[in-house]
């Protein structure tokens, strides 16, 4: 891995072993995805810790990352709280309208995960989880008298909305990788953080708490470099199993944290079969993945079909879906060539006052590059020019507005 700062010295034979093998994408994992992750599955709720900190071993950063990394914990069953708080305007429940009808929209069903899992982009949700080994998993989202349950049992994946009665069925492949139910726990999230930490980055342990009745050392992630939005990331990892119980993203600009998804109850006791069974519902709606869409989205979108980062870092991607990174560590920013127009003005032919609204939301901003508009917030922002160049990333407007000039 990486050079880390922990309480013993490390010398530079142990930091070169360490930094030895670690894919240069890794670097920009967490800066270009905090986006997906955060729209998709995370929130701000403190998990209920315990009063008292637990008088444990003293442990040193690399030790406590090491035991992350030989965590096995393959059966278990609890429950996780959920919010967020990324500072997004008041839209007057127009967001809720937009996330609705995009679950419904076309031939999609309110129970297809990829739409209903936004849901979590805000508020705050309670979600019960349970796990047996890598091909059982099922996360329920519990809402006022209805929930949605995401079930994968070998090679199905079922998702079920009681509210409208739908179902949805689809399939993966065996032994495949990390599938969206297990995004929201505190392990999918400190498995992506973690690919992150870098020369860019401190890794230090700051103490002990309890965590779902569980004794816990809490390691701090904080970003070297100045200009990004990331201020310190914060993982109660189990004593005993290595099992991150908690994790909390709080942003440089300080207050309430931005992302803290924890258990407040857990058991790692095997979960009942049964838990994993699925039968559809008398008169329930059934919707089936299509088979052009089995492919799992590629969440590391800034990098190719082998997992590694796109090579040719000077030149903007030409497709939407083909972002070039630029910049290191936590200022790494993500670029995409839309091939049209940036945000629509109000004066702008056909775009009536859906333009103004649009530039409402967002500060306008001028440069070497030309004019655009930024949208902002309190982890993520992202530049649109008029010319089309998008500029995303967990960085301030100011080092977007650079990176746009640096590129002109």
Do not use: C
């Not at 500029?391 to 977007?400: D, E, R």
């Amino acid at each position: 891995m990486a050079p880390y700062e922990t309480d013993d010295s490390t010398d530079t034979g142990e930091r070169d072993e360490l930094r030895a093998g670690r894919r240069r994408a890794a670097r920009y994992i967490v800066p270009v995805t905090v986006v997906g992750v955060a729209a998709a599955t995370i929130g701000l709720v403190p998990a209920l810790a315990d009063s008292g900190d637990p008088n444990l071993p003293k442990i040193t950063a690399q030790q406590l990352l090491d035991k992350i990394a030989k965590s096995d914990v393959q059966q278990l069953s609890g429950t996780v709280k959920i919010s967020t708080d990324l500072g997004l305007p008041d839209l007057g429940g127009l967001e809720s309208n937009l996330m609705s009808g995009a679950a419904k929209s076309g031939d999609g069903s309110s129970a297809d995960p990829t739409t209903k899992l936004t849901e979590l982009a805000s508020g705050t949700h309670t979600l019960r989880v349970a796990a047996d080994g890598p091909d059982k998993q099922k996360v329920s989202l519990l809402e006022n008298a209805a929930e949605y349950s995401l079930i994968h049992n070998g090679k199905d994946v079922w998702g079920y909305d009681s509210k409208s009665n739908e179902v949805f069925h689809g399939t993966t492949a065996a032994g495949a990788a990390k599938s969206d139910e297990t995004r929201a726990t505190p392990k999918g999230l400190t498995d992506e953080a973690l690919k992150s930490v870098d020369d860019t980055t401190s890794v230090t342990v700051d103490g002990t708490e309890h965590v779902a009745g569980r004794d816990a050392y809490k390691l701090l992630i904080k970003p070297k470099q100045t200009g990004t939005t990331v201020g310190t990331i914060s993982v109660a990892v189990d004593a005993k199993t290595g099992l991150p119980l908690k994790f909390t993203l709080t942003p440089a600009s300080g207050g309430a944290a931005v992302v803290d998804v924890g258990f407040t109850q857990l058991s790692l006791g095997k979960p009942a079969a049964s838990t994993f069974d699925f039968k559809t519902p008398k008169g329930a709606k059934v919707t089936t993945e299509d088979s052009a869409s089995k492919a799992t989205p590629d969440h590391s979108a800034p990098f190719g079909k082998d997992g590694k980062a796109n090579k040719d870092d000077k030149g903007l991607a030409k497709g939407a879906d083909e972002p070039t990174v630029i910049g290191k560590g936590w200022n790494s920013i993500a670029v995409f060539e839309t091939g049209g127009q940036g945000v629509p003005t109000g004066s702008s032919s056909g775009s009536g006052d859906l333009g103004g609204f649009l530039n409402s939301l967002g500060d306008q901003v001028k440069g070497d590059f030309g004019k655009g508009t930024v949208f902002s917030t309190r982890l993520v922002n992202a530049l649109i020019t008029d010319d089309g160049k998008v500029y995303v990333g967990a960085v301030t407007k100011s080092a977007l507005v650079k990176a746009a000039d640096a590129a002109k």
